[in-house]
């Protein structure tokens, strides 16, 4: 499980590193990143400045001991570090269903064609195709995120238990964008979900180590941006058993 989770880590480095040497998938990249900067600060801005009220709901501000106070100020920032951590998700997941995921998918069929030469997905028309980009994210991204806010919102109830669920669902989120980009070329080859949601829990240890940069406030938005490069990578070395080391 060790292994598959350092190799996760590993490949959304080497995407990145991969796209950095590419100039139309830093291009294409960088507009992610820039869109992604834009949604992140205004998400972020909107939830920190609940910062104060939030905390409130979990561990109401001692106001008799500044010992307790100076506690809860430490508290209270670890709390808005995961706050953060969370707007970057939630500007993620936005911009995914509004313009991302188109390029993601074409950013995935620059490195295909790069390894093997060729593009191995339907024609469709650019209207059918968008449409079918859209239902896929909606599994992939959606369902796992509602999922985690449910869990995050039961354990704020608890002082005790909040940061650690918190993180969880965060972590739980963080998995799951792992597999939003390694599922690119199986979505567009227009495999069963069923067939493709199995892969991703039999490689669950690898896409918990591919989601742990998104975890990273501030950077996580470039780990994001470039992730398709590194998940496209992933399926074509270890689902395929293509050599991938000429493209770097």
Same mark, same amino acid.
């Given at each position: 499980?060790?292994?598959?989770?350092?190799?996760?880590?590993?490949?959304?480095?080497?995407?990145?590193?991969?796209?950095?040497?590419?100039?139309?998938?830093?291009?294409?990249?960088?507009?992610?990143?820039?869109?992604?900067?834009?949604?992140?600060?205004?998400?972020?801005?909107?939830?920190?400045?609940?910062?104060?009220?939030?905390?409130?709901?979990?561990?109401?501000?001692?106001?008799?001991?500044?010992?307790?106070?100076?506690?809860?100020?430490?508290?209270?920032?670890?709390?808005?570090?995961?706050?953060?951590?969370?707007?970057?998700?939630?500007?993620?997941?936005?911009?995914?269903?509004?313009?991302?995921?188109?390029?993601?998918?074409?950013?995935?069929?620059?490195?295909?064609?790069?390894?093997?030469?060729? =593009?191995?997905?339907?024609? &469709?028309? /650019?209207?059918?195709? !968008?449409?079918? %980009? $859209?239902?896929?994210?909606?599994?992939?991204? #959606?369902?796992?995120?509602?999922?985690?806010?449910?869990?995050?919102?039961?354990?704020?109830?608890?002082?005790?238990?909040?940061?650690?669920?918190?993180?969880?669902?965060?972590?739980?989120?963080?998995?799951?964008?792992?597999?939003?980009?390694?599922?690119?070329?199986?979505?567009?080859?227009?495999?069963?979900?069923?067939?493709?949601?199995?892969?991703? =829990?039999?490689?669950?240890? &690898?896409? /918990?180590?591919?989601? !742990?940069?998104? %975890? $990273?406030?501030?950077?996580?938005?470039?780990? #994001?941006?470039?992730?398709?490069?590194?998940?496209?990578?992933?399926?074509?070395?270890?689902?395929?058993?293509?050599?991938?080391?000429?493209?770097?």
């Amino acid at each position: 499980m060790i292994r598959s989770i350092i190799e996760g880590v590993s490949f959304n480095i080497k995407g990145l590193v991969v796209s950095l040497r590419h100039p139309a998938l830093l291009f294409w990249g960088l507009i992610r990143v820039i869109l992604l900067i834009l949604l992140t600060v205004i998400i972020a801005g909107f939830i920190l400045s609940y910062r104060v009220e939030l905390s409130d709901i979990i561990w109401q501000k001692p106001e008799n001991s500044i010992w307790l106070a100076g506690l809860w100020q430490i508290y209270s920032w670890i709390l808005s570090l995961i706050l953060m951590v969370l707007a970057g998700i939630c500007a993620f997941i936005i911009a995914q269903l509004l313009f991302s995921i188109v390029i993601m998918d074409y950013m995935s069929q620059i490195v295909e064609k790069k390894i093997t030469g060729t =593009v191995d997905a339907p024609e &469709f028309s /650019i209207r059918r195709l !968008l449409l079918h %980009l $859209i239902k896929q994210e909606i599994p992939r991204v #959606l369902i796992p995120l509602v999922v985690s806010l449910i869990i995050m919102a039961a354990g704020w109830f608890s002082f005790f238990m909040a940061p650690m669920i918190s993180f969880l669902s965060v972590l739980i989120i963080s998995t799951f964008l792992a597999w939003d980009n390694t599922d690119l070329i199986p979505s567009r080859r227009f495999m069963s979900l069923g067939e493709r949601f199995g892969l991703f =829990v039999k490689n669950i240890s &690898f896409h /918990i180590g591919f989601g !742990l940069p998104f %975890l $990273i406030p501030i950077a996580n938005i470039i780990f #994001l941006s470039y992730a398709p490069v590194g998940g496209t990578l992933y399926f074509l070395e270890k689902q395929k058993k293509i050599q991938t080391k000429a493209l770097i």
